[in-house]
C-alpha cells in the first residue's frame, strides 16, 4: 500500500495536471514559465521527483500542445525550451524516447520548414534537434530519414553555412582510411563483395552529391560558394567511384548542373575530361556511368580540377555569364532548373 506521503504526492500531481488540461493559452504559458526557472539543469530522477514520478505524463501533454499549435505560428519558446529541459536532463533517455514516439522529431523539422515561424523559435527548434542529435548515431540517423535536406536547407541561413557546406564537398571524397578498410576485408573475406555498394561512406558520399544539387539549383550565390570549396573536384571524384553507381549518377547530374551555369566550370571540365569523355557527359549525365570504362573512371576519380585558384585571381563568375545561360540578368535567376525537379521527388537512396 501507498503511504500517506506517497498518496499525497500523487493527488499533488494529478491536480497539476487537471490545472493544465482546463488552462487556455495564457495560463499554460505561465505554467510553462513556472516549470522552465524551477526545472532548468535539473537531471531525470530530479524531474521524477519534483513530479512524483510521472514527469512523463507532463512531457507528453506539453509535447501534444506543440503539435497542436505549432503551425498556427504562435509563440513556440516556452513549450521547446520546456521540451529541451527533458531532453537536455543527465539520465533521460526515456524522454527522449517518449518524445520521438509522438512525432517530436519530425514537428521540430516541419517547424523550421514554415516561413510564419519566428526566427528565435526556429533557433529554439535547431537546439532540441542538436540535443538528440548528439545522444547518438541512430538518432542522427533518424532525423536524416526524417527531413535530410529539408534541415540542411534552414541551416544555410544561419551561421553554421561554411562549415555544414564544407561538409558536404568533403563527403564528396571518402578518407582514404575507409576505402582501404574495405579492400582489406574484400581479400580476406569474398562474401564483403555482396555489400560493397552499402559502405556507409558511399552512402554518405551519394547524399551529399543529391543533397549539393538541390542546394546549388535553389540558390546561385550558394553555387558560387560551393565553387570556392572546390565542389567540381568533388563531384568529379565521385562519379568515377566505380564501387557505388548511385554516386556516380548523383555527382554526375550535379556536375550538369555546374557546367550549364558556369562557363568557367564548362572549360575546365571539358579539359579534364577529355572531348570523348565529356561527349559521353553531356549526351546523357544520369546514365554516364554506365559508359564508361576503367580508363575513363580513373580520369575522373584522379581528376586534378581547381576552379577556386581561378576563382580567386579574378571575377569569372559574373551576372553576364549566368545570364548567358538563364537568358536573364537576374543575379538570383533560377532557371535551368528542370533537369534537377527530380531530384526533390526522388525517394531517399
Known sequence: MTSIKEQAAISRLLSFLQEWDDADKVLRTQILTTFIETNEGKTGPELELEFSQGASLFLIRVTTWLRIIYMTGLDLEKILRSI??????????????????????????????????????????????????????????????????ELIKDLIHYDVRLPLLKGLVALLIPPVKETSKLQARIFSDSSILQITNQLPVFLQQAAAAK??????????????????????????????NTDHSNSQRLASLTLEYFVQMFPLVEEHVRKSMGEELYQLFLSDAEILYTKIDSIQADILAANKVNVTRVLDSCDCINNSSISFFTGSDDSNQTGLTSDFEKLHSESKE
Open 84 to 149: 529541451g529541459i527533458f531532453l537536455s536532463a543527465v539520465s533521460s533517455n526515456r524522454y527522449l524516447i517518449e518524445f520521438l514516439e509522438i512525432g517530436g522529431v519530425l514537428t521540430l523539422l516541419e517547424i523550421l520548414g514554415l516561413e510564419k515561424i519566428k526566427e528565435e523559435d526556429k533557433k529554439e527548434s535547431i537546439k532540441l534537434l542538436q540535443i538528440i542529435a548528439n545522444t547518438g548515431r541512430k538518432y542522427k540517423e533518424l532525423i536524416c530519414e526524417s527531413y535530410a535536406i
Open 211 to 240: 543533397t549539393i544539387g538541390i542546394l546549388a539549383r535553389n540558390d546561385l550565390n550558394l553555387a558560387k560558394e560551393l565553387l570556392h570549396l572546390r565542389v567540381v573536384h568533388g563531384l568529379m571524384s565521385a562519379m568515377g
